[in-house]
């Protein structure tokens, strides 16, 4: 990311669509974020990343 910004949120909740090919996530994860979950439902899905320093002490993680 361009502005940095990204380098002070430590969590990311957010809601993605299946009918969109873009997948972000990989974007994430080199940006140094893991899954913790991705709920499915019809056509949506929402999702938790975390930042990889904070993932072992996410209790919730699947």
Do not use: P, T
Not at 19 to 36: A, R, S, V, Y
């Amino acid at each position: 990311m361009e502005s940095g910004i990204i380098n002070d949120v430590d969590l990311i909740l957010g809601e993605g669509h299946k009918f969109c090919d873009e997948d972000f996530g990989e974007k994430l994860e080199k940006l140094g974020f893991k899954l913790i979950k991705r709920v499915y439902f019809e056509i949506i899905y929402n999702f938790a990343y975390v930042k990889e320093q904070y993932f072992d002490k996410w209790l919730l993680k699947e």
